[in-house]
Every structure is written in structure tokens, then in C-alpha cells.
């Protein structure tokens, strides 16, 4: 079964950083892009960034960019997102998530984990 298990959140000053990490297993890791969504309270989910398979093309939302970088190794069937610079408003729940396509639209994804919480406090 597609298993993705989300780490490393937790509370930050604005202005620091996490690294979030997502383990997967299940699946054939090294064909499938993967996502990173968020949701704040009382928000919709938002989409954060796409990795491609390779992991060699990466999106990010405009929120986002400059400031968070995706990446993954395959081998270890892993993926990350390092988060710098952060703001109050990035406090949200972070998921990472398995897509059937390399995009950003949320309709594909497949499967997500259970997320890991960032909050960013002033």
C-alpha cells in the first residue's frame, strides 16, 4: 500500500527555517512526481511545489519562491522541502503528496500523508 509519512515541522521564529522530509513507500518512488501541499486553518489546500520524477524540474508557487526549495533522492525513496525565510502566514499543515502526472493542479494527486505542522510565530 502507498504509504507517505511526513516529518520535521514543528514552531519557528519568523524569519527561520525547517526542512521537511516525506519517506514513501508502496509505490514506485523513482516514476512518480510528488507534491507538497499546505492547508492553514480554516483554508483550502494550497499547493506549494512539484518535483518531478528525476527530480531535475521543480515549480513552485509564486508565495513561495526564492524561499522554499523541493528536492528528492530516489534512492532513499525520499522527498524534502526546505523552508527559508518563513512568515507568519506559511503556519499551515504541510502534506506531501503523489501525483499520477507532473503538475501543480491538486486534482492530481493520488495519495497524501498525514502532514506535519509548521508554525511560524512573530
Known amino acids: 500500500a502507498v504509504e507517505l509519512v511526513e516529518s520535521g515541522g514543528g514552531l519557528v521564529q519568523a524569519g527561520g527555517s525547517l526542512r521537511l522530509s516525506c519517506a514513501a513507500s508502496?509505490?514506485?518512488?523513482?516514476?512518480?512526481?510528488m507534491m507538497w501541499v499546505r492547508q492553514a486553518p480554516g483554508k483550502e489546500l494550497e499547493w506549494v511545489a512539484t518535483?518531478?520524477?528525476?527530480?531535475?524540474?521543480?515549480t513552485y508557487a509564486d508565495s513561495v519562491r526564492s524561499r522554499f526549495t523541493v528536492s528528492r533522492d530516489n534512492a532513499k525513496k525520499m522527498v524534502y522541502l526546505q523552508l527559508n525565510s518563513l512568515k507568519i502566514e506559511d503556519t499551515a499543515m504541510y502534506y506531501c503528496?503523489?501525483?499520477?502526472?507532473?503538475?501543480?493542479?491538486?486534482?492530481?494527486?493520488?495519495?497524501r500523508g498525514q502532514g506535519t505542522q509548521v508554525t511560524v510565530s512573530s
Open positions: 508502496g509505490f514506485n518512488f523513482d516514476e512518480t512526481a
Open positions: 503528496a503523489k501525483l499520477f502526472m507532473n503538475t501543480r493542479k491538486l486534482r492530481a494527486i493520488e495519495a
Open positions: 518535483i518531478n520524477s528525476y527530480g531535475d524540474s521543480r
